[in-house]
């Protein structure tokens, strides 16, 4: 590959994959994943800080539910508005094409707690973004807060069975019914 190339960070996320994949992640350096990807290190290091930033880089997530749920008609509920959130997460981030890389980075998260801890604070973050978000649209704070936490567990929950379905799951759809699952437990509280 020319390291003139477009999509840098994709690309060097992609190496890094397959280098852990090959060589474990504790055995791949930074230096690896960057001539794998045909770059030199430091353009690495101009996209991501370390090596486990490398599966965190682009906060993929967040634009596309807060633009959903900002065009979300006022007078639709917080759930409502998350809802529509978890829809457009389906229709732009997780689709069919990016299925293999996402189950193959849940894998490597998976297996190294330093990584999901690193991914406990990228859901705390974006929870907060939900919050702030949801108290932007005139929804009472606690109320707000609720809906963004009940959100998170309902995208958690769908992102676990949608990168274990093989691809055949839509994430919308299992995303809609974990939602309805979390507020059906909320109701036998």
């Known amino acids: 590959m020319a390291r003139w190339e477009p999509n840098a960070a994709q690309r ?17 350096t930074v230096l690896d994943i960057a001539q794998r990807a045909g770059l030199a290190k430091s353009t690495f290091f101009r996209h991501f ?13 967040t ?3 807060l633009a959903a749920l900002t065009a979300t008609p006022p007078a639709a509920t917080p759930l409502e508005a998350v809802a529509r959130g978890l829809d457009a997460l389906g229709r732009e981030v997780f689709t069919p094409e ?5 189950a193959r980075r849940r ?10 801890e690193r991914e406990a604070l990228k859901g705390l ?3 907060a973004a939900l ?3 949801l108290t932007d649209r005139g929804a009472p704070v606690l109320a707000a807060e609720v809906a963004a936490q009940l959100g998170a567990l309902a995208l958690k929950t769908a992102y676990e069975r949608w990168s274990g379905t093989g691809g055949t799951g839509e994430f919308g759809t299992l995303a809609r019914q974990a939602l309805d699952e979390v507020r059906d437990a909320t109701a036998a509280l």
């Open 63 to 65: 634009g596309p539910l």
């Open 131 to 133: 919050t702030r978000a």
């Open 125 to 127: 973050h974006l929870t």
């Open 12 to 28: 060097l996320a992609t190496a890094a994959l397959d280098l852990f994949d090959e060589r474990g992640y504790d055995h791949t």
């Open 107 to 116: 894998a490597v998260i998976d297996a190294h707690p330093e990584l999901q």
């Open 49 to 61: 800080p370390d090596k486990r930033a490398v599966l965190f880089g682009e906060d993929t997530l």
């Open 98 to 102: 990016r299925h293999l890389f996402v």
